[in-house]
């Protein structure tokens, strides 16, 4: 009986490591799904998404477009940020997931406007990936600051 109900507990297939592009495309939906969050993709918040990527990456003009346009297909193709926040929290130490948190401010006042669906979709992947209220305000704070 023992073996039968230790046989249904464990994992039958293991899932694949998410690679270090599979974090940069997770990364990248969110931010774009922040920024359609207020129904207008703007021009300066994809060129900001853009350099943020580019900046944490090593990948090339191509790789980058490529990546880009994969995320942004996944974006709005999504019904949640579940899928893409609980793949970053799999692998990202809190540091780096503070950093996503960051980039996604970044990214909300790229237009100059924090809309309040843009707000509440950051708070909520902080939620998702268990960065402190702290750090969700300080970042806010740091990133209009600039």
Partial sequence: MFKALKALLEPT???PTPTSRDVESASAALMIMLAIADSHFDDRE??????????????DDAELNMLISEAEQAATSATS???FSQQLN???????????????????????VIDKYEEHLIRRVCDLMYVSHQDF???????RDQ
């Fill in 46 to 59: 994809r060129q900001m998404v853009v350099k943020l990527i580019k900046e944490r990456s090593e990948l």
């Fill in 90 to 112: 799999k692998v990202l130490v809190y540091e780096d997931r503070v950093k996503v948190v960051r980039g996604m401010w970044e990214v909300a006042y790229a237009d100059g």
């Fill in 81 to 83: 940020i579940y899928e």
């Fill in 13 to 15: 297939e293991t899932q």
């Fill in 137 to 143: 305000i300080q970042t806010r704070n740091s990133v």
